[in-house]
């Protein structure tokens, strides 16, 4: 049985007369331990993808299945348990609360988790050793983004869903931070999704999948990703 399983997922708007999906009939499978990235054009429905695996948002039909257990008839209680504990997220725009520093912020998040690792110990393993007093407003793109990622390993969670997260950084920040997060797969044995437009970022994915009007085109293993630091675009 795989790690992560989309079966037959449907997500819907209804808008006036027409009816959208996002998600059109999903089915994919995910191993343990990958790295993914899942590609597709906007509007193509990788954050609906992403939301619904992340129980952040609901589907409309089909089953999410995430290590043997149905995440999509999970109840709203049961979903607050398993954001919390089970679901790491990296947003485009790092969504960091301002009024607290670096290590407040994962601090925040390590404390209602069990298991959870050392906030210091995570924030140096991202690189911001002399950093952690710093608040939001006083650190680049790159390292608020590095905090963010700190914020989301501390929780230890199952899986590591990032949804554009070079999207507002340069070239150079981008690859640092993608090699973060590969590092992360590569050392802790974590399943990272990576969601991104971006087509050069899946050379170095263990997996590819690729989305396009709420469906899966393809669904591919990568044997040989090469490291971030080797991806160009
Ligand atoms: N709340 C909503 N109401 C109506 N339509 C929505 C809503 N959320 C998403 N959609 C539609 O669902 C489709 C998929 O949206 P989604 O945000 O998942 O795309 P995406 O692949 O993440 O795009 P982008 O790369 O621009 O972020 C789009 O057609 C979008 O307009
Ligand atoms: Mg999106």
């Not at 006036?16 to 994919?28: L, P, Q, V």
């Not at 899942?38 to 939301?51: F, M, R, Y």
Request: proline share 3%.
């Amino acid at each position: 049985m795989a790690y992560i399983e989309f079966r037959g997922v449907n997500k819907y708007y209804i808008m006036g007369e027409k009816k959208i999906f996002a998600a059109d009939n999903m089915n994919f499978v995910i191993e343990k331990g990958e790295f993914c990235v899942i590609l597709g054009p906007s509007g193509a429905g990788k954050t609906t993808l992403l939301n619904m695996l992340g129980g952040m948002d609901s589907c409309d039909g089909g089953t999410i299945l995430l290590d043997k257990r149905e995440i999509s008839s999970l109840n709203e209680r049961e979903l607050t348990d398993y954001r919390r504990y089970e679901v790491g997220f990296v947003f485009q725009f790092y969504n960091l609360i301002q009024n607290l520093t670096a290590l407040e912020n994962v601090e925040l998040a390590s404390e209602i988790c069990r298991n959870s690792f050392d906030p210091r110990q995570t924030l140096e393993a991202v690189g911001l050793a002399g950093r952690m007093d710093n608040f939001p407003a006083q650190l680049s793109g790159g390292e608020q983004q590095r905090v963010s990622i700190a914020r989301a390993l501390a929780k230890n969670p199952k899986i590591l869903l990032c949804d554009e997260p070079t999207g507002a950084l340069d070239y150079k920040t981008g690859k640092h931070i993608l090699q973060i997060l590969q590092d992360s797969c590569q050392k802790t044995g974590k399943t990272v999704i990576v969601v991104t437009h971006n087509s050069a970022i899946a050379g170095m994915a263990d997996r590819i999948i690729q989305v396009k009007n709420g469906t899966i085109l393809q669904n591919e293993e990568n044997k040989q990703p090469l490291p971030a630091a080797q991806i160009e675009w």
